[in-house]
């Protein structure tokens, strides 16, 4: 099994998904800067089919977080 939310940071951040892991965060990232900040929010509304309000955004400070408040939304990141 794949894991969709990491095939969508590594590509978004052009970087091997083994790089990511829940503590990914812009401090330990240094391609995730506010562009790709932006890139990241509005790839995960289109893949995901999900919005997020600003507070959800500004929570989310690392991929771990990201996970959790996708899965809120009822989003599953399996892939076959």
């Known amino acids: 099994m794949s894991d969709l939310l990491v095939q969508l940071f590594a ?7 083994e790089d990511f892991s829940d503590d990914t965060a812009p ?3 240094p391609k995730w800067d506010s562009l790709a900040s932006m890139s ?10 999900v919005e997020f309000s600003t507070m ?6 690392n991929l771990g977080i990201t ?14």
């Not at 978004?12 to 998904?17: N, R, S, V």
Request: no cysteine; net charge negative.
């Open 67 to 80: 996970r959790k408040i996708l899965t809120q939304k009822g989003v599953s990141f399996e892939a076959e």
């Open 27 to 29: 401090e330990n990232t």
């Open 56 to 61: 959800e955004i500004m929570k989310m400070r």
């Open 11 to 17: 590509e978004i951040l052009e970087l091997p998904e």
């Open 40 to 49: 990241l929010v509005s790839g995960m509304e289109d893949r995901f089919d």
